[in-house]
Structures are given as structure tokens and as C-alpha cells.
């Protein structure tokens, strides 16, 4: 079982960043993959970002790539999702979920997470 806890978001102005963080529970969280999701208000689930168990291989959409950074520090059971130039669009609440793998994968699709945090509100105004 795995407990995850965002926080980090807030109010920030088009162009600003935020850091978010996302602490889990446990003592294996190095045999997890990590994701990081996002729903805006009348809008599906979509995905933001992954990182495989090492941090060694990420993957990220289209609409964040080049601005927003995953990375994940094994020893502290965290995963961060940095956020830059955000715009107004980027508003939604974010999640960050855990896959249990073998391998040195990265997972994008939510049927492939087994743990999901409650999220953490980002708003960025225009």
C-alpha cells in the first residue's frame, strides 16, 4: 500500500512557476513509477508527465514539454513536478499516481497506476 501526499500549488501569474511535490509512504518507493495527472474543471483526466523507478527516463505531453520538468528523489520518497511559464490553461488540479513495475518503465495511461494521491489545486491567471 502506498500513500501519496501532493502539495506545492497555489495562485501564480501567466509566466510564473510553482513547484509541486509529492511525498509517499513506504519503504519501497523506488519499485514505483511515477506520474503526474491533471483535471481542469468540466474536463477529462489528462496526463502531465512519468518518470521511471531510477529517474533515469521521462516522458512528458505535448502541452507541457520544454516547461515543466519530473524528477524524483529515491532516498527522500518524493517525486516533483516543476512548473515554468505557465498559462492560464495549465489551471487544473494535480495528481500524482504510482504504478508498481518490474523494469525501467514510465506509464501514460491511467488504467496503468495503482495509487493516486488527492491532488493539489494550481491556478494560473491571465
Known amino acids: 500500500q502506498v500513500q501519496l501526499v501532493e502539495s506545492g500549488g497555489g495562485l501564480v501569474q501567466a509566466g510564473g512557476s510553482l513547484r509541486l511535490s509529492c511525498a509517499a509512504s513506504?519503504?519501497?518507493?523506488?519499485?514505483?513509477?511515477m506520474g503526474w495527472f491533471r483535471q481542469a474543471p468540466g474536463k477529462e483526466r489528462e496526463f502531465v508527465a512519468a518518470?521511471?523507478?531510477?529517474?533515469?527516463?521521462?516522458y512528458y505531453a505535448g502541452s507541457v514539454k520544454g516547461r515543466f520538468t519530473i524528477s524524483r528523489d529515491n532516498a527522500k520518497n518524493t517525486v516533483i513536478l516543476q512548473m515554468n511559464s505557465l498559462k492560464p490553461e495549465d489551471t487544473a488540479v494535480y495528481v500524482c499516481?504510482?504504478?508498481?513495475?518490474?523494469?525501467?518503465?514510465?506509464?501514460?495511461?491511467?488504467?496503468?497506476?495503482?495509487?493516486w494521491g488527492q491532488g493539489t489545486q494550481v491556478t494560473v491567471s491571465s
Open positions: 513506504g519503504r519501497t518507493f523506488s519499485s514505483y513509477a
Open positions: 499516481a504510482a504504478a508498481a513495475v518490474r523494469g525501467s518503465y514510465y506509464y501514460t495511461r491511467e488504467y496503468q497506476y495503482d495509487y
Open positions: 518518470i521511471d523507478r531510477s529517474g533515469g527516463s521521462t
